[in-house]
Structures are given as structure tokens and as C-alpha cells.
């Protein structure tokens, strides 16, 4: 599941990775999000191999012949072309949310797949978590200040609705 909890054994100790930090204090609640790879790196391997084999099947027939020549080329594309496209997905599926509470603080760090990084803070207590169906189903924001930032936009319906219970759970904990 894209979702991944970082269990902070009450507290006790942050993890080395965080992408944000908040006076040397460790966050009530963290979780990292990120999206949902269908396919692995090995399964990757496989579909390559397969398409490579497939594809090698009707030259066969022509080996030794210039006809082979004129159809290497095109089955030589066929294969970068998808190494490529797979390639991108890999790249563009690197997106990473990090999002932090503490007691009076909230931050949510984007880091896109070319590493760049979007950071937004807010007071807990004056955080709205607003849900939409548009432009997908279960759209998420937090709202607080004057900036409005999205959510998870890469998560699921479903998994964009859990996020949401488990957040406004934890905000009421913290209002409590």
C-alpha cells in the first residue's frame, strides 16, 4: 500500500530519513505517501525479455536473407521505445509526500520526480481537511493560512478516503 506509517515507538525517536523537521521535536504522527508501482523492477526485466523473444520469433524465418535487414530496425524500436516508456513511468511514479503533525504543527513536504520540493506548514488547529470529487473522486486538500495544497493526488479513491479518516482522527486527538 502507498501509504507507509513511520512507527515512532511512542515518541521516543525520529527516523534518519525525514523530510521535515520542527524545533528538534519528534512529530505526533508521520506518514510517508507514494504512489503504487504495478509493476516491479524484476517484472520489468520479464516484460522486456518477453517482448524482446516475442518479437525475435518471426526473424527467424528471414536470418541470412536482406529482408532481415529491413525488418531489425523496426522490431530494434519497438524494444527502446518500451524500455523508454517504462523507463518514464519509473521516473515520474518517483513522487514523495511526507506529512507531519506535532502537538502545534503541521508540515507537508512534496518532492516531485525531479527532486524538486514544495514544503507548506500550518498550525494544526487551524487546518481544514477539505474533500472534493473533483477533479477525481475523493479529492483531498488541507487548507490553512492563506495557501490551499493538495493531498495525494497520486493515491487511489480509496486510499485518498483512508488518509483522510486516519488525518482528522489525529487532528481531533490533538484539539482534545
Known amino acids: 500500500m502507498p501509504i507507509q506509517h513511520i512507527d515512532l515507538n511512542g515518541r521516543a525517536s525520529d527516523y534518519p530519513e525525514a523530510l521535515s523537521t520542527y524545533d528538534a521535536k519528534t512529530p505526533v504522527w508521520r506518514v510517508l505517501l507514494y504512489p503504487h508501482r504495478s509493476l516491479p523492477a524484476t517484472g520489468f526485466v520479464w516484460v522486456i525479455a518477453i517482448l524482446t523473444a516475442g518479437l525475435s520469433v518471426p526473424l527467424f524465418g528471414v536470418f541470412g536473407t536482406a529482408v532481415l535487414w529491413g525488418v531489425l530496425p523496426f522490431l530494434l524500436i519497438t524494444i527502446a521505445g518500451t524500455w523508454h516508456l517504462l523507463m518514464r513511468s519509473y521516473r515520474d511514479g518517483q513522487i514523495v509526500e511526507e506529512l507531519s503533525l ?18 507548506w506548514e500550518a498550525n494544526p488547529y487551524w487546518v481544514q ?3 472534493r470529487d473533483e477533479p477525481v473522486k475523493h479529492y483531498l486538500t488541507l487548507k490553512g493560512g492563506p495557501r490551499e495544497v493538495e493531498l495525494g493526488a497520486f493515491l487511489s479513491a480509496d486510499e485518498r478516503l ?12 490533538l484539539a482534545a
Open 102 to 119: 506535532w502537538d502545534d504543527h503541521i508540515a507537508l513536504v512534496h518532492v516531485d520526480p525531479k527532486g524538486r520540493r514544495k514544503d
Open 129 to 131: 481537511v477539505n474533500e
Open 162 to 173: 483512508s488518509l483522510k479518516h486516519q488525518l482528522e482522527d489525529e487532528l481531533r486527538s
